[in-house]
């Protein structure tokens, strides 16, 4: 593919220096983000850190035995890559499939999967690497009843400031 004029840097109009490739070095990862109790995420890409428009990627990290409610992020194409401890996902309308997924394991959630994220260990924290397909923060709260009981999760995020259920 050739770059139009105003992406060829041998035209001048970009100033690739300022607005090419950027590293996010670990210890600088935003935590001022949307979390949810027993959940702690972290934003190393987004639209205000690098300019991000089409996707947003960081880390959560989710504390031992927490397990959220039901629910989908929208038309948001989601991947977690596992990076230590055991993490299991049930998904479906009742929440009927579930799947586990250790250190080195990616899992892909599609748009609008209904589904609910636990922590499979009672002792240990999860660490994971989360990516979005859009830099909104999307998660929309569904009446399923959970097949492993949720701890009160709140979603708090942009369209629920005070916490969804």
């Given at each position: 593919m050739t770059p139009s004029p105003e992406q060829d840097p041998g035209h001048g109009a970009t100033d690739w220096k300022?607005?090419?490739?950027?590293?996010?070095?670990?210890?600088?990862?935003?935590?001022?983000?949307?979390?949810t109790?027993?959940?702690e995420r972290k934003a190393a890409i987004d639209f205000a850190r690098v300019?991000?428009?089409?996707?947003?990627?960081?880390?959560?990290?989710?504390?031992a035995n927490a397990k959220t409610g039901a629910h989908h992020h929208g038309p948001?194409?989601?991947?977690?890559?596992?990076?230590?401890?055991?993490?299991?996902?049930?998904?479906?309308?009742?929440l009927e499939f579930t799947?586990?997924?250790?250190?080195?394991?990616?899992?892909?959630?599609?748009?609008?999967?209904?589904?609910?994220e636990i922590n499979a260990s009672p002792t240990e924290?999860?660490?994971?690497?989360?990516?979005?397909?859009?830099?909104?923060?999307?998660?929309?709260?569904?009446?399923i009843a959970p097949v492993e009981k949720p701890e009160q999760v709140l979603w708090i995020d942009p369209t629920h400031p005070q916490g969804g259920v």
């Open positions: 300022h607005h090419g490739v950027r590293v996010v070095p670990a210890g600088q990862l935003d935590g001022n983000v949307p979390s109790p027993g959940m300019g991000a428009q089409k996707l947003w990627a960081g880390t959560v990290t989710i504390h948001l194409e989601s991947v977690i890559y596992v990076v230590r401890g055991r993490a299991r996902m049930r998904w479906g309308d009742q799947a586990e997924a250790g250190p080195g394991d990616f899992i892909y959630v599609p748009p609008y999967v209904p589904h609910q924290a999860l660490e994971c690497v989360l990516c979005r397909s859009d830099g909104q923060a999307v998660a929309i709260n569904l009446d």
